[in-house]
């Protein structure tokens, strides 16, 4: 896709492919080792102008748009699924939807050090007996005078430990469906009552806090209610449109760190006095791992066009998110056949590729309801 990329694309991708490979590939299996959050990096990013790419001058962005962001989520993803998405989750789920939909003072107080990196943000939907069915939740926030009080639990929550601001989802008329369900913007360091209780080990992406968190008798001013009462879905379906194309992005990201991973190692590795890229079992492995990674990026810069041109793209952010996906699990699990048994440790990356793709195929909508998604837009 380079030949259709504008020159400020581009530029803004090799600064941060440039940053990628001398500052987070040297580290990036040592902080999946430590578990550790490596706010250091945020903080580059921050000084690179990274953290609000899609977000308006106005309120501390860079004034990019969704395709310039799916450049610089995919570069991050590159080196370290973890990265990319604690820095996804903070842009297209913590940052966009207050640009969206807040009012001017919420976007000068909520967005701004959001954009400029001031700290992350989080984005509470998910709850510990809700999956697919992410609207059937039981938090609740009820108006009590000129103030709401929020109850209820959230489960695997990205960046809730690091976060400045959590958009939370909470029902505020039980009766009404998904016309009950409202958004309020929780500041963690201050609100009494917000906790986080779990923060989960996981398979892959350890360097990314996924939380457990807890909400009793949170009060919220009434300015904290994001848009209007009862938007709350509607939110949610435009947020994940725009959401499904960085986790495709993310995901084309995996998918190119191991190829590349691949690729080498097949030119250097020598078995029967040739390199091992030379037999066609391996050839074939890479072109494969090629084709499929193009193809995911090209889905991926379509939606991502389409969103930046107005058009809707819920089906197209679906499709990429599905095929990028599966792809990034496909080229990891391929690149660590290529290199064998050195592929199953952890001095070399793909182990880390294919651990961390398997969620790409779960967050934000499992491969199950994108199909679900891709079939009601075609009208089945």
């Known amino acids: 896709m380079d030949f259709s990329l504008p020159d400020e694309h581009r530029m803004i991708r090799e600064t941060v492919r440039e940053f990628c490979d001398e500052e987070i590939e040297p580290i990036a299996q040592d902080l999946e080792d430590e578990h550790r959050f490596p706010a250091e990096v945020f903080d580059e990013l921050a000084d690179l102008d990274m953290m609000g790419v899609p977000v308006s001058e106005a309120y501390g962005g860079l004034g990019g748009d969704q395709l310039m962001y799916a450049l610089v989520t995919e570069e991050l993803g590159r080196v370290s699924g973890s990265i990319g998405l604690s820095y996804a989750a903070h842009v297209s789920l913590a940052s966009k939807p207050i640009e969206l939909f807040g009012t001017e003072d919420q976007k000068e107080r909520w967005l701004r050090p959001l954009a400029e990196g001031e700290y992350l943000g989080s984005w509470a939907l998910t709850e510990p007996g809700s999956g697919s069915d992410a609207s059937d939740m039981d938090t609740t926030a009820v108006k009590d005078g000129d103030e709401w009080v929020l109850n209820g639990t959230k489960q695997f929550i990205t960046n809730a430990t690091e976060a400045g601001s959590v958009l939370v989802k909470a029902v505020t008329e039980p009766d009404a469906g998904y016309d009950g369900i409202s958004t309020f913007i929780v500041d963690p360091r201050n609100d009494d009552g917000f906790e986080v209780t779990t923060v989960w080990d996981k398979l892959g992406l350890n360097a990314s806090p996924t939380c457990e968190i807890q909400f009793d008798d949170v009060r919220l001013p009434e300015d904290r209610l994001l848009g209007e009462e009862g938007e709350g879905w509607e939110q949610t379906k435009k947020t994940l449109d725009g959401g499904r194309i960085s986790i495709a992005a993310l995901s084309v990201g995996l998918a190119q760190g191991a190829y590349e991973a691949a690729h080498e190692y097949a030119q250097e590795r020598e078995q029967f006095g040739q390199p091992i890229s030379k037999f066609d079992a391996i050839r ?93 837009e075609l009208g089945l």
């Open 284 to 376: 074939d492995k890479i072109v494969a791992m090629h084709r499929k990674t193009e193809r995911a990026r090209l889905l991926t810069h379509k939606a991502a066009t389409r969103y930046d041109n107005g058009q809707s793209v819920t089906k197209e952010s679906a499709l990429a998110k599905l095929d990028a996906s599966e792809a990034a699990r496909e080229v990891a699990e391929e690149s660590i056949q290529t290199l064998g048994g050195y592929g199953y440790t952890t001095d070399f990356a793909p182990q880390r590729f294919f651990r961390d793709a398997k969620l790409m195929e779960i967050g934000e909508g499992t491969s199950e309801i994108q199909h679900l998604v891709i079939g009601r």
